[in-house]
């Protein structure tokens, strides 16, 4: 949920739907970094198994690379972490990254829903209740 210093933005279909070029490069960019971290995490692994002695001690060589790799893998999460924000700022809120689905805050009447978009979708065309999900999407 939103902090003090962040305000729910709540879009119309129209704002929201012009979102939709740009959200397709941020889940490509988000999946990219994803992809990085899990690499990094692997090679923190492979060090640690690799650079480790039989009495559970890591060598001075294998701590200087798990170092390095840590510090590598602080910068990608926070990178990951500043594109998320920078959805939210926009109005966009990511629910699964590997089927590309966004919602969006709007009104529907005088109700406070989301509008609900999947990366294979040409357009914003559903909507649900805040407590709802995808399974509860309906047309617009």
């Not at 902090?3 to 933005?9: F, Q």
């Not at 060598?59 to 170092?67: C, E, K, L």
Request: hydrophobic share 40%; aromatic share 4%; glycine share 6%.
């Amino acid at each position: 949920m939103p902090n003090d210093k962040t305000k729910i933005k709540v879009l119309t279909l129209e704002e929201a739907n012009a979102l939709l070029p740009q959200l397709r490069l941020d889940l490509r960019s988000l999946r990219e970094q994803r992809a990085a971290i899990l690499r990094t995490q692997a090679q923190v692994e492979i060090e640690e198994m690799t650079a480790t002695s039989s009495a559970g001690a890591l060598s001075p060589a294998g701590h200087a690379a798990v170092t390095r790799h840590m510090e590598n893998l602080r910068l990608q999460t926070r990178r990951f972490e500043e594109k998320l924000g920078e959805m939210v700022q926009r109005g966009a809120h990511l629910k699964d990254l590997d089927s590309g689905l966004v919602d969006f805050y709007s009104r529907l009447g005088g109700e406070v829903v989301f509008l609900c978009w999947k990366e294979d979708e040409p357009q914003i065309s559903h909507w649900h209740s805040l407590r709802g999900g995808f399974q509860n999407r309906e047309p617009i």
